[in-house]
């Protein structure tokens, strides 16, 4: 851990509650709309179209496309599926920006400010920089550099994410660290020479969540949340 | 002004003395390894190659090449010709790597605190992502995003640059505004739509400055320093 000099987050789900921002901010928005739906099952809807739609850039079959654009796709789907009326574009672009001021988890920004005594920190995440930067000025994330997949034209866990990051910042893969709450983008930074940390986030997806519920390789710092992975981070523990 | 939403900096000259500082470090550097040269010389002159060695890349002669890199190739060559001698290969990374820890101007680090409570906040610098990243953690420079040159494989004036750092962040020309101490920057931004703010930095090349000592045409701010650019953009102003 001696050489690790810039920290990593993973952000949907390991720093931010998506599920549970998303199920306030649209039943808020329905109340004052007087529209009525099963928002929970959206909100789930939503976040289940987020792998496919990747994939299908990371596939070739669509070409690179921001994730701000590919959540409008599946939102205007969704709309038609969920049988959502008298939604004007307006209301569509709105919802789409719930993305954009998504809650944090409680530890997470004194766990940021923490780290970033010690350490280079920023987000590499499938968002795109603009969503990543207003989502910082939203909730006070305190980043000393945003890499949003545009930079790369690549979805994680494509290998130009991870060492896109590295290479801008002049450092070798093992003086970096990906912090995440998902073992397999862990599993695809640590084959590329990242060092690892994992947080677990046990509500991420609800009550009935099954996976990522802990470590399931040996990660290279396991902690039970943010400000417990500062503290495993800090410098002392370096000597 | 109402428009605005981010803030982007030219960095070397308008937030930090890259002349104080590279003479101060280069100074102390020969000190300490009983090196003399005329330092000043040698700062005024390496800072002479960053234009012809930037145009290198602009005019296609030279494939895309970081600002690290260029700094180091004319580095080496100032060695030779100012008869420096008994230089390591650590030494030259050493003295490279000065451009990472150049320090702000008094006003700079108050000024961008300010500027950041209402606008998104970064730099928009020829410099690579790397030297921008260490900089201001050395120099506590508390971005929101950091846009180096080496995003766009560009250096300013290329349009590439300005215009590209707008399409990350989604936002339109006229809501990003530059904030430079160099006419010709402003020029270049001012073109392609963006808004421009200029704050002098008559000490910039030392005491026999002669450009960039005023504001050449009507920039929509202009401010003898950061913190009175600041207040000039302040929201209560906006209305």
Request: proline share 5%; aromatic share 8%; charged share 25%.
């Amino acid at each position: 851990m001696q050489m690790v000099k810039a920290v990593l987050f993973d952000v949907f789900g390991t720093l931010v509650d998506w599920r549970g921002s998303l199920i306030a901010d649209l039943t808020q928005f329905g109340r004052e709309r007087g529209i009525s739906a099963d928002w929970h099952a959206f909100a789930d809807a939503w976040r289940a179209a987020y792998r496919p739609s990747m994939q299908r850039v990371r596939s070739g079959e669509l070409a690179w496309t921001i994730l701000d654009r590919l959540h409008r796709l599946s939102l205007d789907r969704l709309i038609e599926e969920f049988g959502i009326g008298g939604l004007s574009e307006q209301d569509r672009q709105h919802i789409n920006r719930l993305w954009h001021r998504l809650r944090p988890w409680p530890d997470t920004v004194e766990g940021l400010l923490q780290i970033k005594r010690s350490y280079i920190i920023g987000p590499l995440s499938n968002g795109n920089l603009a969503l990543l930067v207003n989502m910082a000025k939203a909730a006070n994330l305190p980043w000393d550099v945003v890499f949003g997949s545009d930079l790369f034209h690549h979805y994680k866990p494509d290998p130009e994410v991870y060492l896109g990051a590295c290479a801008l910042l002049d450092l070798a893969p093992g003086e970096v660290m990906l912090v995440a709450a998902h073992n397999d983008d862990l599993a695809a930074a640590r084959r590329l020479g990242l060092r690892t940390g994992f947080v677990p986030r046990p509500q991420e997806y609800g009550p009935n969540q099954k996976r990522d519920l802990q470590a399931e390789e040996a990660w290279d710092v396991v902690a039970p949340d943010l400000v417990a992975l500062a503290q495993a981070l800090a410098p002392r523990q370096k000597a």
